[in-house]
């Protein structure tokens, strides 16, 4: 069984910047991809970019590129997403997520943490 902690969440003005990170509690083949995925009150879950451990295979949504950067710091086992130029619209539930393909299919990874809220006041 793999944990996923996350951290980082908070409030936030629009146009600020705030980095978030996931704890793994070990890296295996079934968690080679690490993704970070949000979720808004009555939204389904939106898929916002991805990672392979070796930092290649990088992966964004329209909506975060050019504003969101996602790394693995592979020592650590943590993965960051640092957000900048925050707008209203990103306020969300950001989960932190494992699975072992490459895709932006929330459905497909296995392993998820217990969020961190992300709220942009306008």
């Known amino acids: 069984q793999v944990q996923l902690v996350e951290s980082g969440g908070g409030l936030v003005q629009a146009g600020g910047s705030l980095r978030l990170s996931c704890a793994a509690s070990?890296?295996?083949?079934?968690?080679?991809?690490m993704a970070w995925v949000r979720q808004a009150p009555g939204k389904e879950r939106e898929f916002v970019t991805n990672?392979?451990?070796?930092?290649?295979?990088?992966y964004y949504a329209d909506s975060v590129k050019g504003r969101f950067t996602i790394s693995t710091d592979a020592a650590r086992s943590t993965v960051y997403l640092q957000m900048n130029s925050l707008k209203p619209e990103d306020t969300a539930v950001y989960y932190c997520?494992?699975?072992?393909?490459?895709?932006?299919?929330?459905?497909?990874?296995?392993?998820w943490g217990q969020g961190t809220q992300v709220t942009v006041s306008s």
């Open positions: 997520a494992a699975g072992h393909l490459q895709s932006s299919n929330p459905l497909l990874y296995a392993y």
């Open positions: 990672i392979a451990w070796s930092g290649s295979s990088l």
């Open positions: 070990r890296r295996t083949a079934s968690t080679s991809v």
